[in-house]
């Protein structure tokens, strides 16, 4: 599975992005799709994810209520629309898939990693 994020920018405090994150390859529709970020100087962290069969989805406590996920699988395509942006919410955010059996919520599942888009969100 190749990954291609896309949609970071810059935007105010309470602003909203949406990140889409398309993918081409293997059969998108058996893999669970996670979003992830790095801020500068900080691990990668989980964001939340989506399984692959039931579409069941998993936020982290920092941007639940805030963000969600969702995948359009005729698209191959999965997104992350994030709302009422705070200026923590900066880093570089990373789609990746994992294959079917894996819970999602562990860094090490995934095998396949999109290039990263960069979201900055001034206060």
């Known amino acids: 599975v190749q990954l291609q994020a896309s949609g970071g920018g810059l935007v105010q405090a309470g602003g909203s992005l949406r990140l889409s994150c398309a993918a081409s390859g293997r059969t998108f529709s058996n893999y669970g799709m996670g979003w992830f970020r790095q801020a500068p100087g900080k691990e990668r962290e989980i964001v939340g994810r989506?399984?692959?069969?039931?579409?069941?989805?998993f936020y982290a406590d920092s941007v639940k209520g805030r963000f969600t996920i969702w995948r359009d699988n005729a698209k191959n395509t999965v997104y992350l629309q994030m709302n009422s942006l705070k200026p923590e919410d900066t880093a570089v955010y990373y789609c990746?898939?994992?294959?079917?059996?894996?819970?999602?919520?562990?860094?090490?599942?995934?095998?396949?990693w999109g290039q990263g888009t960069q979201v900055t969100v001034s206060s």
């Open positions: 989506i399984k692959w069969n039931d579409g069941s989805t």
């Open positions: 990746a898939a994992s294959p079917p059996g894996y819970s999602g919520y562990y860094y090490s599942e995934y095998d396949h």
